[in-house]
């Protein structure tokens, strides 16, 4: 079965820029997409079609891919942006999510 | 704003079968992809497969074999079935619209606030 990897957790200060990765086989051949995840909600998409920024998410947010690993961005990030975030896509048209990656806002 | 609203029991017995519906309100059920996600407490998410309101349906191939899910266009719901559930099927289980882009993608782009499904005796 398809897999995603991302690392567990992630570090950042807060002003500075955090990214999480997401690798499998052949991505770069299909579009991914990411969510974030705050305790107890329900997750909110932030970035799809690799790089589009659905309304109402901060600009600081941003997506991009390289090969077969996608990135999610957080420019200047801020204390809210703690969270967890689940990269995914869609392969063998089966919907396939990522470990998930804690972000740390030190 | 699409609003989706998820229902059913909180407590299952082994054995028996998880029933869930989803509500859609604020859009049509028509001409979207709407799928069901769990994520087990302190766990990753999980799909565990979507329908088109049309009813074609892709279920996750490791649940395949006790899923059914089904949509009833007239009352804008779409429901989810498991049968012969265990203590790991214990999760909070989500509803999402999906929107599918040509053949190499597809995303969620509303989710239900999630219910709570424990399966215990």
């Known amino acids: 079965s398809y897999e995603l990897t991302q690392p567990p957790s992630v570090s950042v200060s807060p002003g500075q820029t955090a990214s999480i990765s997401c690798s499998g086989d052949?991505?770069?051949?299909?579009?991914s997409c990411w969510y974030q995840q705050k305790p107890g909600q329900s997750p909110v998409l932030v970035i799809y079609q690799d790089t589009k920024r659905p309304s109402g998410i901060p600009e600081r947010f941003s997506g991009s891919y390289s090969g077969n690993t996608a990135t999610l961005t957080i420019s200047g990030t801020q204390a809210m942006d703690e969270a967890d975030y689940y990269c995914?896509?869609?392969?063998?048209?089966?919907?396939?999510f990522g470990g998930g990656t804690k972000l740390t806002v030190l | 704003q699409v609003q989706l609203q998820e229902s059913g029991p909180g407590l299952v017995k082994p054995s028996e079968t998880l029933s869930l519906t989803c509500t859609v309100s604020g859009g049509s059920i028509s001409n979207y992809y709407w799928s069901w996600i769990r994520q087990p407490p302190g766990k990753e998410l999980e799909s565990i497969g979507y329908?088109?309101?049309?009813?074609?349906?892709n279920y996750n191939p490791s649940l395949k074999s006790r899923v059914t899910m089904s949509v009833d266009t007239s009352k804008n719901q779409f429901s989810l079935k498991m049968s012969s559930v265990t203590a790991a099927d214990t999760a909070v289980y989500y509803c999402?619209?999906?929107?599918?882009?040509?053949?190499?993608?597809?995303?969620?782009?509303?989710w239900g606030q999630g219910t709570l499904v424990t399966v215990s005796s």
């Open positions: 329908i088109y309101y049309s009813g074609s349906t």
């Open positions: 995914q896509a869609w392969d063998s048209s089966t919907v396939v």
């Open positions: 999402a619209r999906g929107q599918r882009v040509g053949n190499t993608g597809y995303h969620l782009d509303y």
């Open positions: 052949k991505l770069g051949s299909k579009y």
